[in-house]
């Protein structure tokens, strides 16, 4: 299992003065890389996909992956109450904390940005304008708001020129996989897609696919691993 650090990070947000983060880096060897890892819209870092999934990719793929909650989900959590997500700078003010924090720390390692659903979508924002990174890498891209194909949201792709990894669910409702494939030639750098047959959004997959959730884990962690290899 891959060595985990709970960690306060500070941050310029009005709500908090800290988030709650953690590193999981490879149980064996050094990191290649860093991975700082965004959560989805309604699911904090503790959720039960980015618990099992952040220690699988810093051992499969070698990366010490910093994962960090976002000012609304820190009070979310301490309220136990549900809120919203933020608009878009005060979720960009907590995520340029957490990627400050991962150079401060791992300073001569190549990172990687991206996330889960909003969290992968926010990184890309940043990058469109100027945020320096190795390779970005989705787990569940949010092409577009369920039933609202229409509303795609590729306009920053062209301004996207790093390697990127697309892993998505075939029952995604918010990433129909042949809107995806048509948007990619847009993307200015090299777009990699990894399916998950049967995944939906949050990669459950169905009973009759005979696979355990350990194993979706396990091809989403070998997929970016593979993906890793070419891109730093």
């Not at 608009?87 to 907590?94: K, Q, S």
């Not at 995604?172 to 047959?197: K, N, Y």
Request: hydrophobic share 45%.
């Amino acid at each position: 299992m891959s060595q985990k650090t709970e960690l306060r990070l500070p941050v310029p947000h009005q709500g908090v003065e800290h988030v709650h983060a953690v590193l999981d880096a490879p149980e064996e060897g050094a990191p290649r890389g860093a991975f700082v890892l965004a959560h989805g819209s309604g699911a904090p870092l503790c959720s039960d996909f980015l618990e099992a999934v952040a220690p699988a990719i810093a051992d499969s793929a070698g990366l010490a992956v910093l994962r960090f909650n976002y000012g609304y989900a820190e009070l979310m959590i301490r309220s136990g109450k549900p809120r919203p997500p933020e608009r878009r700078p005060a979720l960009e003010v907590v995520h340029r904390a957490a990627i400050a924090h991962a150079r401060s720390v791992l300073p001569d390692l190549p990172v990687i940005l991206g996330g889960k659903s909003l969290g992968g979508r926010i990184a890309s924002l940043m990058v469109a304008e100027g945020e320096p990174t190795a390779g970005l890498c989705f787990l569940g891209y949010p092409l577009h708001p369920p039933g609202k194909k229409d509303r795609l949201r590729t306009d920053h792709f062209p301004d996207l020129d790093v390697p990127a990894l697309f892993v998505q669910g075939t029952r995604d409702p918010l990433c129909d996989l042949t809107l995806l494939e048509a948007a990619l030639p847009s993307f200015a750098g090299r777009p990699t897609v990894c399916v998950i047959e049967d995944g939906d959004h949050s990669f459950n997959v169905l009973k009759r696919s005979g696979r355990a959730p350990s194993e979706v884990i396990g091809e989403i962690a070998a997929a970016v691993a593979t993906w890793a290899d070419g891109a730093l």
